[in-house]
C-alpha cells in the first residue's frame, strides 16, 4: 500500500509539473512570441514607410506609426528577458519624461544637424530621450517639430527613429527565439524552477497593472485641485484611452492563463477586467483632458478605482494561488 501511495504521489507530482509547463507554453505560443512578431512585422513597416515619406501628416505614415505603437503597448508590461537588454525598453518607449528631456534632445539633434547621427550606429549611442514612439510622437504631432527647419535632416531624422525602432523590436525577437524562451520552458538559464518562471510571468501582470494605476491614469489626473493632463500618456496623438484599453485587454488573457483549472478563479478574474474594459472604452476622451474637468473626472477616477481592485484581487487571489508573490518590478528599479 505505501508503495502505491508513493507512485500515486509521484504521478500527482508529475502531472501538476506537466501542467504548470503547459501554461508557460501556452503563454509563449499564444502570447508573448506572436505578440513580439506583430512589434517586428510593424515596426518594420514603419521603417519602410518613413523612408518613402517624411510627411508628418501623411496618412500611411501616421498609420503604420499606429501600428507599431499599438504592437508595443500591448507587450509593453513584459520589462524582463530581452526587452530588458541593452535598455531596449527605454530606447522604444522613454516615458514618463517627467524632466522633459525629449524635446530638448530633439531640439539639439535638428540644430546640429549632425550626419553622423543618421547612421545605426550613431544614432544607437545617442540619448533614449531621442528615441523610440514617445520622440517620435513629437516628431509627427507636435507643432513645434513637425515643420522644424532643416526641413531635409528632419525627415532623414524621422526615418532614422523608425529604422531604429525597427532594429530595437527585431534584436528582442530574435532573443525571445533564440534562446529565451527555451530558458523559460524549462525553467534553466536565469530560472532555477518552474516557481520563478511563474513568478516572473506574475510579476509582469502586476507590472502592468501598475502602469496602468500609477502612470497611464494616476500620471494625469494628478489631484482634484491640480489636474495634469499634459501628463497623459502620448496626448499629442489622442492615444491616451487607446493605449488604457490596449493593455487591459493584453493583460486579461495572461492573467486568465496563469489562473489555470481554477475555474471560479478564472470566472472572477474575467469579471473584474471586463469591468475597466467596458468603462475605458466608454470614456470617450483620446487625451484624458477630462480630468480637468469636473463632471468627467470622476469617470476616470472611477476606471482607476477599477483598476486597483483588480490589481488586489490578483495579489490576493492569483498570486496564493500559484504560490508566488508579486515582488519588485521593472517600475520599482530593479
Keep these: 500500500m505505501k508503495h502505491l501511495l508513493f507512485a500515486l504521489a509521484a504521478s500527482l507530482a508529475l502531472v501538476t509539473t506537466a501542467a504548470h509547463a503547459d501554461v508557460v507554453d501556452e503563454i509563449l505560443d499564444d502570447q508573448i512570441l506572436p505578440a ?5 512585422d510593424s515596426s518594420q513597416d514603419l ?20 501600428q507599431a505603437f499599438n504592437d508595443w503597448t500591448r507587450v509593453s508590461h513584459l520589462r524582463f528577458g530581452p526587452t530588458e537588454t541593452n535598455n531596449r525598453a527605454f530606447a522604444l518607449a522613454f516615458w514618463p519624461d517627467s524632466r522633459g528631456k525629449t524635446p530638448k534632445t530633439l531640439a539639439k539633434h535638428l540644430r546640429d544637424a549632425d550626419p553622423a547621427l543618421l547612421t545605426p550606429q550613431g544614432f544607437a549611442q545617442s540619448s533614449i530621450a531621442g528615441r523610440g514612439f514617445y520622440a517620435l510622437e513629437f516628431m509627427l504631432y507636435d507643432a513645434s517639430f513637425t515643420s522644424a527647419e532643416p526641413a531635409e535632416y528632419r525627415c532623414a531624422l524621422i526615418a532614422t527613429m523608425a529604422r531604429d525602432i525597427a532594429a530595437k523590436a527585431e534584436a528582442i525577437q530574435q532573443d525571445w527565439q533564440q534562446s ?4 523559460m520552458r524549462s525553467a534553466t538559464g536565469r530560472y532555477q524552477d518552474k516557481t520563478e518562471v511563474k513568478q516572473e510571468l506574475f510579476k509582469s501582470l502586476n507590472t502592468g497593472l501598475q502602469m ?16 495634469r493632463p499634459k501628463r497623459a500618456e502620448a496626448w499629442r496623438s489622442g492615444r491616451s484611452q487607446h493605449h488604457i484599453v490596449l493593455a487591459l485587454q493584453a493583460l486579461q488573457p495572461l492573467a486568465v492563463a496563469l489562473a489555470q483549472d481554477d475555474d471560479d478563479l478564472v470566472a472572477r478574474l474575467e469579471a473584474a477586467f471586463q469591468k475597466p474594459i467596458l468603462r475605458a472604452l466608454r470614456l470617450e476622451d483620446p487625451s484624458l483632458a477630462g ?3 469636473p463632471a468627467k473626472r470622476f469617470r476616470i477616477e472611477a476606471l482607476q478605482q477599477e483598476v486597483n481592485e483588480l490589481r488586489a484581487l490578483i495579489e490576493s487571489d492569483l498570486g496564493p494561488a500559484l504560490g508566488v508573490l508579486a515582488g519588485f518590478n521593472a517600475l520599482d528599479g530593479d
Design 36 to 40: 513580439m512578431q506583430a512589434l517586428v
Design 47 to 66: 521603417a519602410e514607410t518613413a523612408d518613402r515619406t517624411c510627411q508628418p501628416d501623411a496618412a500611411p505614415l501616421q498609420n503604420a506609426y499606429s
Design 180 to 183: 529565451y524562451a527555451a530558458q
Design 212 to 227: 496602468l494605476a500609477d502612470m497611464r491614469l494616476g500620471r494625469p489626473l494628478g489631484s482634484f485641485d491640480k489636474p
Design 291 to 293: 480630468v480637468a474637468d
